[in-house]
């Protein structure tokens, strides 16, 4: 079968012959050939064929979405199935779709690495198919002006000639760096710092510090999502310490807060700490404005730069 990949299986036998008192090896070769054409019982196994029209699918859904024309193959995906993964990051089939579209708005010339693709089908005994391909994409960034190259695998699970599975693994870094880069020039961003001055009250050591921020960071960690940054940082003396905390939204900013609130931990910090200025800096919303006033924190809007 053309395009079909076949193993066969050649054992070495190593066998030591005794002649004339003097040992010395023979080296025997036994070839086994096992049926080419035969294929492993596993429900994982199977055969990879590079001539299908599962692989055609593929390249044409690939050509469409270098040329930014990915709507024109939508009725290749099924309109039934949600497992779409960017990552760990599901979508239904209008997300993709809109993800697709918005990697354009943020660069220009992407390509697909063509000349190196590795791209193949795969029948399993299972009874489902892919098609998986390993690539190198490219782009050229709108707005940071950057050339960048990102190592892509995804792999679509086929049924009845429709995609009704995808997943996408790739490092995401230099997508988020457009990204931001494109919400700065826009002033679009919704992602909110914390700012803070604090002072370590009497009575309380660093080491009184650290051991109390080891608590707070891990429940922070465990029960808030929405806060990606949140550091303490100690002057030499250790009587003053600066905290910077970031979310992705105003949203989760007022999350935060009431979960600190709420817990026995905002007693804890109110007496080792005495706030001296607090700074919420980014486009806050007007329920976080409402909370900020109780912190006697100063608003700052972003004009300028991005936000990690």
């Known amino acids: 079968m053309m395009g079909q990949k076949k193993i066969c299986i050649l054992v070495l036998n190593y066998k030591y012959l005794k002649m004339k008192k003097l040992l010395f090896p023979c080296l025997v070769l036994s070839l086994i050939f096992l049926s080419c054409n035969q294929v492993p019982n596993g429900e994982l196994s199977g055969v990879l064929n590079d001539n299908t029209t599962e692989v055609e699918m593929t390249k044409e859904l690939m050509k469409k979405y270098s040329e930014g024309n990915f709507r024109e193959i939508a009725d290749m995906i099924s309109d039934d199935s949600g497992e779409y993964y960017f990552n760990n990051v599901k979508v239904d089939k209008e997300g993709w779709l809109s993800a697709a579209e918005g990697h354009h708005d943020l660069f220009e010339n992407i390509q697909n690495d063509t000349e190196g693709i590795n791209l193949t089908s795969a029948k399993y005994n299972n009874g489902t198919t892919w098609s998986m391909a390993w690539f190198q994409w490219t782009g050229k960034g709108k707005y940071t002006g950057d050339d960048v190259k990102i190592i892509v695998h995804h792999g679509f699970r ?151």
């Open 158 to 308: 086929f049924e009845d000639e429709k995609i009704v599975s995808a997943y996408h693994f790739f490092d995401p870094s230099l997508l988020d760096r457009e990204t931001k880069a494109a919400e700065a020039m826009s002033k679009t961003s919704k992602r909110v710092l914390g700012l803070a001055e604090l002072k370590v009250n009497k009575g309380y050591s660093s080491s009184d510090v650290e051991e109390f921020l080891i608590r707070f960071s891990k429940f922070v960690r465990e029960t808030e999502p929405g806060t990606y940054d949140f550091g303490y940082f100690i002057s030499s003396n250790g009587k003053r310490v600066n905290l910077v905390e970031k979310y992705y939204t105003s949203s989760d900013f007022v999350h935060h807060l009431n979960n600190f609130e709420k817990s026995d931990y905002s007693k804890e910090f109110m007496k080792l700490f005495t706030l001296n200025k607090v700074i919420i800096a980014g486009d806050a919303s007007d329920e976080l404005k409402a909370k900020a006033k109780a912190y006697g924190a100063e608003l700052r809007p972003q004009i300028g730069g991005w936000i990690n």
